[in-house]
């Protein structure tokens, strides 16, 4: 399900549970909502509060540090890409169709990765995508070095190529949400039990309808950036292509 339709889904039962302890107030007897019931509530409230706000900020920075380690191998493997594309261009030009057989993989794998620029729509899928560098791998092994040199810049390039592979299967293995579903399951209903509780001892006025409103969307709004965070190559703050678009335009030149 899509982060927007959670966060949506999760906004509208925190809500509810606002509007479910806005009524009971109305309902519940006298002595159910007196003062010594409210310290209680209020006590237990502020131990959910405080056991909501440490899962929310586990989750946001488990997201958040998924999210910048998947940047930080994107500019590795561009790096990669431009290395091997330079080591090649050393040993001369007998790797010139070794340089040209690279960058046409390089370019399907970006456009399988982020087709047209468009939101939604990327293929992490490692049998394709793993394969980038395989073609490559078998034509630089097979070129028969002359000079010392070109027998250095051999193994550098043959280097170069398995830590490229080695990054993409990371990148691939590690494509997956980094968001524990039982945790966000609990800080849900820890949140639908607070609202519900903020909405007990609250008169029914717009503005503490607004009030509580405001704080739903909050809320729901935080697991909305969490769930974007958690899927890097999707949604509106997906991982951009610009690292290695750079990289496709420095390489086979």
Same mark, same amino acid.
């Given at each position: 399900m899509a982060p927007l339709y959670i966060a949506l889904l999760i906004f509208g039962v925190v809500f509810a549970g606002a509007l479910l302890g806005v009524g009971l107030?109305?309902?519940l007897p006298e002595q159910h909502i007196g003062d010594s019931s409210k310290d209680v509530v209020r006590l237990v409230m502020g131990l959910i509060g405080t056991m909501a706000a440490l899962v929310l900020g586990l989750l946001i920075a488990s997201a958040k540090s998924s999210y910048d380690t998947q940047s930080a191998e994107l500019v590795q493997l561009a790096a990669q890409i431009v290395q091997l594309d330079r080591v090649l261009s050393v040993y001369g030009a007998e790797a010139k169709e070794a340089r040209a057989e690279f960058r046409s993989a390089v370019e399907a794998a970006v456009d399988r990765i982020w087709p047209s620029d468009r939101p939604g729509g990327a293929?992490?899928?490692?049998p394709g995508n793993a394969n980038v560098p395989t073609g490559s791998y078998a034509m630089i092994a097979s070129l028969e070095p002359h000079t010392a040199a070109q027998r250095v810049a051999q193994n550098r390039a043959l280097e170069i190529a398995i830590g490229l592979s080695q990054t993409r299967v990371l990148m691939y293995e590690q494509s997956g949400s980094s968001i524990s579903w039982p945790f966000l399951v609990v800080l849900v209903f820890w949140l639908l039990?607070?609202?519900? /509780?903020? /909405?007990?001892?609250?008169p029914a006025n717009p503005t503490v309808i607004v009030t509580l409103l405001v704080g739903a969307l909050s809320v729901a709004g935080a697991v909305f950036l969490i769930l974007e965070l958690a899927q890097p190559y999707a949604g509106l703050m997906r991982l951009s292509s610009a690292p290695l678009r750079n990289a496709l335009a420095q390489i086979g030149s």
């Open positions: 107030h109305r309902w293929n992490l899928d490692l039990i607070l609202f519900m /509780g903020f /909405g007990l001892f609250a």
